[in-house]
């Protein structure tokens, strides 16, 4: 079994409860090749296909700012078996659902987006030269893929290429390393541009930049915070996993990155915390008889 | 106004403002009538901001004592006096400036381990000298891990820190006014991201340098003076409305045309005024990120006071410049490397290094192959950042030019 | 009783405590055992001589052997606390200092430690802290310390005490034993540094670098070699021995024969 099994099949779990929850589900199957993929697309995937970035004025929606709730989620296996290759599943609203808002960019931030109050709202009517901006989803993106002879050799090329960049007409990435938070544009919203699309695009970048590749299977979660705060923990466990990972593929190249004088991570600070209670506690006694001979 | 204008104005307001950071301005600090508290390194605008009182940083001034042209005097002055000459330069300016008395003696001293051990000895120098040696201090020791359990061991101390700046100078510490300034905080992190994202544009529209501007002012000029802080969210919403404008219109660097995009992973230099306009209007190399241009800054989470300190204490581990890069495992840096490269199109990296920076030189071979690995071109100057006579900017640029036309970049 | 770091220091201000220190196998191990012997003739009595050395180097070289060391103290009591809680913690801190005194080899007018070697892996700063506090309550029952340094300074400092007040740094003609002495005069301050040239020519002598300046010299000598092979102590090298008069004569010339 590889260090991640387990997590996929929580992932999967979780996504099969939240559906028997109740919530909104929508399941869409990718060609299984690239051209076709590629080929179905609204907007334009690869190399300089966007100018990287997308102005606040530009933006249809956001996704996964950090108020909203944010949560990024890559899984690898050797077990192809494990994924239903080609699958989108989608659990909440989809981008196409978002609508028009007069929110302004700031006051997105502070109210938290998609769930401001209705005196937010007044306040947002009043809003000033600002640039018009967008709602911003709850968001949490989960990528799982599979191959006989994927290993954690493959760990760290697969994460690098999970950097979008310009690869997305219509889609930016914001600068932000623990969770994930983007943009897609008006244009593309026009274009036709929903989650199915994004997914497609995902699969066909990752696919093509890694021949080892040989099922993928994406899932969005765009419900609540509540939801995302739920698959956060599962990542933050994901990310110990990857850490040991990445600190062993160090160690093969002949660095050993290992913080050994690290007190958090150190087998025996709770022995050392008790030694450090004891002496607290030792020179506690010391001043008292101290000051009571001083008398 | 055109564009050019607009941002000549942010330049000079900003260059304005860096007066207070030297050690002039510091002495100006001590006499404004607010209490007057001096760190040994980068320290946090929030707590001086909420709190009403005036944060000098003492490395800082080293900094700025390398920069002008009074910069080659003032660091053989200090070599004179017999500081150390294997420490870094502006550690070894912070500490003429206290040996030679011209620091100003304040109410409290916030010293730190991070993010080297010679900002450490600036803490244990004033110790021994007087009268700093009299002064209270409040130590904060920085951890080198990044776990939740490290944010919110520093964020115990960081509020203890208040409670003894509330002891020591009669400030109190009001939460309501602290989450104001924390949110007004996140608002500034927001802007800054969205100058970072602009950036990328092909071509850059703004010298990227002007992140770091707007991040100095945000940060180490509202600390020393807390009038600036509101100051500093109306520039950085100036520049990124110029900055937006002109990706809108696809405009590049004013007379630049860019062939290059490069990162200078390690300090801006002090003498950056003759290296990196020449190297944009020559090559049209444009330098689109250094340390202190980026602000990977995690917003602060105000929903509880415990998270607040948590949040910001995560911040200054994880976002302050060198703190970062020098105090965490070095994958973290190899990770920045790869990330900034990919995000921002850069076609190469160059790694500066500088006197008495041990973390950079221990992990340029780490540096070296992650690029390697990634196909990114990679230069190693071993240049000092501060002492343009140890590498002069012209040896630094012909070193550049031929590893740009090497590397076919040119 | 626990004691702050300035109570540690009042306790052991007046006592000379000398460390020995310098790169591998550049003679420190000799100088310690000579020097130990010269202190000791000349009236600093009780002294303590501290070992250092993992694998007990001045230990063997005064024909003694140390069964219990220090550092198995210190896994003991980590041990202790792992096992049995704070309550075990407690009881081994309160007796530290006896459980240091059970490790010493005494004689009439002296007392030999072993630092030995530890199998803890983590680094235990807090014990550390603790121990320290102990020995220095134990030094102060002495007329002097000798340390003789395997692994430098810093290793005395966490290890021992921090109350160093005079260190022997014994040099010969490398360079490395010279990048040694540069490391340590970093670390400490000048004025309590001693430079000791061992095994050096006359020649190597005068090409030095400018600003090492010598107290003395201790020459290469082959009874001292043959008795080091054979296992002997150093201290039944007959009187009028050329190292050991060396090493008496530079004591005398800097008036440490009982400081």
Redesign the interface.
Known sequence: MDVFDPYIIKCTNKIDEMVADGKKIRVVMAPPSLDEIRGGLPIAVGPAASQGVILRSDTFVELGNPEAGSCSIFLYTSQPSLLCNGRITLLGPDISDSGISNLTFDEVVTSGGLHSSDQDLELLEKASHRAPAAKSFPFAQIIMVAGKNLSENDYEILKTNQIIGDLIEGYMVRSFTQNIWSRVSREAAAKGFTFETLGKALMALLKSANPKIEAIEIAFVTTNKHDIDILEEYARQIQKISKEIVKENWKIKGYDIECASDCASCDDKPVCDTIRDVLKEKMKEARKLKNHKQK | MNHQEILNQLDAEANDLFKELTIYGVNDNARKGLPFIIASDDALPEIPVAMNFSLSIMTVAGAMGTAGPEAATNIDRATEMGIENRLCNSVKMAAYYLEAGILPVPDMIITTNSPCDAVDMLGQLMDKYKPWADVPKFRLDS???H?P??FA?FGEQLRACTREISRVTGRKFEMDRFLDVC?ES??QA?LI??F???K???PCPVDPDMARKGWEIARWIAATDPAVFPKATRWLERLIEVT?DK??HQLGIEGVDEKIRFLWYDVSPSWSSKLFPRLQKELGAVCMMNYYSFA?W??IDTSSEERIMSSIAEKYLMGTPMTRQAM????IYCEDV??IC??F?CDAMVMPCHIGHRDTNAYHK?AK?VCRE?GIPFLFLGCDVWDERYMTPEVVFDRMKTFFEVSGLL | MTMSGNESAKLTANIPIISVCGKGGVGKTVFSALLGRILIENGLSPLLMVDADPVGGLVSAIGEKAVKTLSGVRDMFISETRNGGKLSAKEAADHLDYFILNALVERKDFSMLAMGRTTEKGCFCSANKLLRQAMDKIISAYAGVLIDAEAGIEQINRDVTSQVNRVFVIIDASQRSIDTLNAIAGMVDPSQITIIANRITTEDLLNLPTGIKVAGVIPANETVRQFDREGRSLWQLPDDNEAFMAVKNIMKSINLSNP
């Open positions: 951890p080198h891990g776990e359990s490290d061991y949110n996140n608002k927001r991201q969205e970072q994202e602009l990328r544009a092909v937006e990706v809108k990977n995690t917003p965490h495992p070095a994958d790869v990330r990919k995000e199109k780490l192959d990634n």
